[in-house]
């Protein structure tokens, strides 16, 4: 771990975008299903053992339905949409903070009028996401919401 931690002045250079942030397509080995969303991380901090990363999705795209034992903190940054967090759907604007606690099935969603973006904190160690099975699936499906916000994608 590097203890000699220099200060780091990145300035915004258009909106939701920084200097020195790579522009990235969202989990680049294409082995998880999600639509038009792209990652920046805005700090990959050792001291801090965390990481901040930005995620945008264009108008009804959708991130990763995942779960993993490490949690995420939420806020959302840009426009509005629906999350799934767990048994429950929700709808979210920006500034609201959602908590993913761990092992808990989390899936994002912009609506079809305007990209959604949200920051996103997470440990720089953590483990790799689950993917539902069918079974997993069909449980959640039970569910009418969930359901409904599934079936949108
Ligand atoms: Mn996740």
Redesign the pocket.
Known sequence: MDTEQQPNFRPTTADFRWEAVAHQPYKQDGSAPFKDISRQVLFHEDNLACELRYFEMDAGGY??L???E?A?AVMILRGHGDCLVGDEVRSVKQFDLVT?PSWTW?QFRATDAEPLGFL?M?NVVRDR?QLPDEAELARLKSTPAIARFLGAG
Request: glycine share 0%; hydrophobic share 15%.
């Open positions: 991130s990763t995942e779960r993993h490490h995420h993913i989390h996103c997470v996401p």
